[in-house]
């Protein structure tokens, strides 16, 4: 699998910014994708994400920080990975980086992880 991170630059406080996560597979392959962000001398953390239960059910989880602020969703497409970021403060500045997980039975149950390379958000006056 493949993704791909784009959207990303500087914007103002207040501002907004869609990120795109383009897969190579899929997104109703993936038990779960979403979206992470580490900025500088931090540790890398779950923005948000959906995870996939069951076939036809997702459940979509944010952090706390950005709850009411930013929404995940999946495109049309089923390529394609969004996360709508809106009312961003300069805390949010960071490499955000998209994630997806498959899970899947060949021998014994396996779970692939893929990361992108990630894409800057820069939110400064």
């Known amino acids: 699998v493949k993704v791909e991170e784009s959207g990303g630059g500087l914007v103002q406080p207040g501002g907004s910014l869609r990120l795109s996560c383009r897969t190579s597979?899929?997104?109703?392959?993936?038990?779960?994708m979403g979206w992470y962000r580490q900025a500088p001398g931090k540790q890398r953390d779950l923005v948000a994400a959906i995870t996939v239960p069951r076939a036809g059910e997702q459940v979509l989880n944010y952090a706390d920080s950005v709850k009411g602020r930013f929404t995940i969703s999946r495109g049309d497409d089923k390529r394609t990975i969004y996360l709508r970021m809106n009312d961003l403060t300069p805390e949010d500045t960071a490499v955000y980086y998209c994630?997806?997980?498959?899970?899947?039975?060949?021998?014994?149950?396996?779970?692939?992880?893929?990361w992108g390379q990630g894409t800057q958000v820069t939110v400064s006056s």
């Open positions: 994630k997806t997980e498959e899970t899947y039975y060949f021998m014994r149950w396996r779970t692939e992880t893929t």
């Open positions: 597979k899929s997104t109703d392959e993936f038990t779960s």
